[in-house]
């Protein structure tokens, strides 16, 4: 083989391989960034600008640390050829935007459950169904299940007021949110027995029968996102389902949070999983919950790693 068809053989696996640089879908969250120097980063993209500095405008990189979380900025041109592709791409598709946290959590402040004003609230709940006011009164408990935040989990302080719920619609003679609790029972019973499938069939039929009661959504919405069989995997589902709670709930339920955080990872969303599961860790702290199983969640999304139940 001559020296010219060598030449000509080399730049051409040269170009194939920079096209697969340049044209790969790349997953957005923490990666292993380069410098011309052979020095490597482990962070996540933040921005890409033209700035000015003494007298010169250079092109600079903003970058999101992985070990602590601090931003900082490197130029363009000190990173390594194809870094510095991935990181026009990213500003070119405006990839951060569409994963910046106002489209993932809100900008209010963080919650903290009130028992007193919860105890208030289904007071007055109990009030209102002595006078007859039933629906009224299921206004107020569903209020105070707000209020309550993550402790109106059934398993928890909610027990009380989610009965109280029930027989207020059964005065009504709407015994459908019986019917559900019954069915979030069953469900939580198959999931512990590794029946899967079954849970998820029951949870289905507990959303159906009471709609507006958000932990038979949760519970869902959290199988689907960290079964261990995959065949009951729905990664997306659960981020729409997640969502909702949350958003209904105003983001008050570190556990609905911790749901969603749980979903993103599922569906591959790892820069949204960790804001959740931050913000989730967050709120644990000043309620005092544990936060052990989050912490081991932030390990999963760290490594782009979704989290499966044990």
């Not at 990189?61 to 041109?77: A, G, I, M, N, T």
């Not at 935007?97 to 959590?105: C, F, R, S």
């Not at 993550?150 to 949110?177: C, M, Q, W």
């Amino acid at each position: 083989m001559s020296n010219a068809i060598k030449v000509a053989v080399v730049a051409a696996v040269f170009a194939a391989a920079h096209c697969l640089i340049t044209n790969a879908v790349f997953a957005y969250g923490p990666r292993t960034w380069q410098n011309d120097e052979g020095k490597k980063l482990v962070a996540t993209f933040v921005d890409l600008k033209v700035v000015e500095k003494n007298g010169e405008k250079i092109e600079v990189v903003y970058l999101k640390r992985k070990s602590d979380q601090k931003q900082f900025e490197v130029p363009l041109k000190t990173l390594s050829k194809p870094d510095q592709d991935i990181a026009r791409r990213y500003a070119k598709e405006n990839v951060p935007k569409k994963h910046e946290a106002k489209n993932v959590l809100p900008a209010d402040d963080l919650w903290v459950s009130d028992l007193q004003k919860a105890n208030q609230l289904a007071f007055v709940a109990g009030q209102l169904a002595k006078n007859g006011q039933y629906k009224k009164a299921i206004q107020s408990v569903d209020q105070a299940m707000l209020v309550l935040g993550t402790e109106s989990d059934p398993a928890k302080t909610g027990s009380d007021y989610i009965f109280d719920r029930v027989d207020y619609f059964a005065a009504l003679g709407n015994h459908k949110p019986a019917q559900a609790i019954n069915a979030y029972e069953s469900a939580w019973e198959a999931a512990n027995r590794g029946q899967y499938k079954l849970a998820k069939a029951a949870y289905h039929k507990a959303v159906k029968l009471d709609p507006h009661w958000l932990w038979s959504q949760n519970n869902l919405a959290w199988l689907l996102a960290t079964c261990p069989d995959p065949s009951v995997r729905d990664g997306k589902e659960a981020v729409r389902i997640a969502r909702k709670c949350c958003k209904l709930s105003k983001w008050h339920n570190s556990c609905f949070i911790n749901t969603l955080a749980a979903a993103y990872a599922e569906a591959g969303h790892f820069e949204q999983a960790v804001l959740c599961a931050e913000r989730c860790l967050l709120l644990e702290k000043r309620e005092n919950h544990d936060s052990q199983q989050t912490n081991t969640m932030l390990k999963h999304f760290y490594s782009n790693q979704a989290y499966r139940q044990q």
